[in-house]
């Protein structure tokens, strides 16, 4: 067993690790994420998780609702440490499981992993309580640092696999979302319109037939569109890209002064969060039922309305915005027609909110095999309120699949509950 291995042996059972193992976990994480840029490409399948802050018991049960690492490809989108009482174990687990699996876990930077605000909110005394200096939160803090500021997911598919076939199968219309709670029961789903015309009946037929195009080059538009529902008028939508469009991860939201993802890439985000500007608007702004730009009652960052959010994922192609940053008590919120949604993992936040938390899985497009022919001739002539002007590409949410989860049980703590009653003074 390595050192790493045994490391995070150690920190699962929520016991520190030495702080010489500390500042050589930090040194090798930095080497890691220096690598990456700003915004990291991830490829679906992918579980995205929101804030942690400190809660070790409850990631845990994050990790066995979602699966552990690496089986499950992981995204957590900030806010690991502060408030709760074991930001250090929460973190420096994170952190060993990303320098050992480094493909199959993704951290990107909260407002919280920033050295003033974990001066305030309880990581730095935790810290001192625990090694009896600050040396360890420096070297977490040098690792903030380097955190990504955001993430795309790429590959997602727009249809989900039900996860219960108990449900009467709908021909006409392709499972969106699917919400499941801790036991891994179904409680809701949502459907969409499967968008193929009414010839689909005898398209079965000609896709067997000769004229099928598949002489065109990945990413070469056939010029010809040919008749509605016809496989021939088309490719299957992969060829031009995924029909789903991306989605972008950040842990707050969008910023006034960044109108494209590219403008995310041209930051410098090696320093601590600067109190105004682009860097401090991702991780500390919040979509609100506005118009436009609004000031942020939080002092940094702004809002933003749904306007904002379906401008900038139209131009940047993308579907759906994920973020964290606000505790909503169902554990998940979508806004603006699917637009953006926020996802929460911090259960019973602060040991007494009383809310549950979720996380969001997006299944892998398996469609570019080209199996499923949905031609992007056929969708664009579909006339369905979801199309997008100007744009024959047809963009689709990801299928989205919830997993709702609670604080896990007061047992699995390790801190004395409060003393069971004797049964003989009952
Ligand atoms: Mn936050």
């Excluded at 499981?97 to 005394?125: A, C, M, W």
């Amino acid at each position: 067993m390595s050192d790493l291995d045994r490391a995070i042996a150690q920190l699962r059972a929520c016991r520190p690790i030495p702080e010489a193992q500390v500042r050589e976990l930090c040194y090798k994480a930095r080497e890691l994420l220096i690598e990456e840029g700003n915004v990291v490409s991830v490829d679906a399948p992918v579980t995205i998780c929101g804030d942690i802050h400190g809660q070790f018991h409850d990631l845990m049960e994050l990790f066995r609702v979602g699966g552990d690492v690496p089986d499950t490809n992981y995204l957590f989108m900030g806010d690991f440490v502060d408030r709760g009482f074991y930001s250090l174990e929460s973190f420096l687990l994170l952190l060993c499981l990303k320098v050992r699996y480094p493909d199959r876990i993704t951290l990107i930077r909260g407002n919280h992993e920033s050295r003033q605000i974990t001066t305030v909110y309880g990581f730095y005394d935790e810290c001192i309580r625990k090694y009896g200096s600050a040396n360890v939160w420096r070297y977490c803090c040098e690792v903030f640092d380097y955190l990504a500021l955001g993430a795309l997911v790429l590959g997602a598919s727009s249809e989900l696999e039900a996860t219960s076939r108990s449900e009467e199968v709908q021909m006409d219309a392709e499972l969106e979302t699917e919400v499941l709670n801790s036991k891994g029961e179904v409680t809701s789903m949502s459907y969409r319109p499967r968008y193929r015309s009414s010839s689909d009946a005898s398209n079965d037929a000609r896709d067997i037939s000769p004229p099928r195009d598949i002489s065109a080059a990945p990413g070469e538009t056939p010029s010809r569109p040919g008749p509605a529902g016809t496989g021939a008028s088309g490719h299957s939508s992969g060829s031009l890209g995924s029909s789903t469009g991306a989605v972008l991860c950040v842990h707050g939201g969008l910023s006034p002064l960044v109108d494209t993802v590219d403008k995310i890439r041209l930051i410098d985000r090696k320093q601590e969060v600067p109190h105004e500007g682009p860097m401090c608007d991702l991780l500390w702004s919040d979509p609100d039922e506005i118009e436009g730009w609004g000031l942020s009652p939080r002092g940094a960052g702004f809002l933003f309305g749904g306007d904002i959010v379906k401008h900038f994922n139209h131009k940047n192609d993308l579907s759906l915005i994920a973020r964290a940053h606000q505790l909503v008590m169902e554990g998940y919120k979508e806004m603006f027609d699917g637009g953006i949604v926020t996802v929460w993992s911090a259960p019973n936040y602060c040991y007494r909110c009383g809310n549950v938390a979720a996380i969001l899985e997006l299944g892998e497009d398996a469609s570019n095999g080209g199996t499923i022919a949905r031609s992007n001739g056929d969708l664009s002539r579909a006339g369905g309120g979801i199309l997008r002007r100007n744009t024959h590409q047809q963009i689709l949410g990801p299928g989205r699949r919830y997993r709702v989860f609670e604080a896990a049980a007061q047992d699995t703590r390790g801190m004395p509950a409060k003393k069971p009653v004797a049964d003989y003074f009952l």
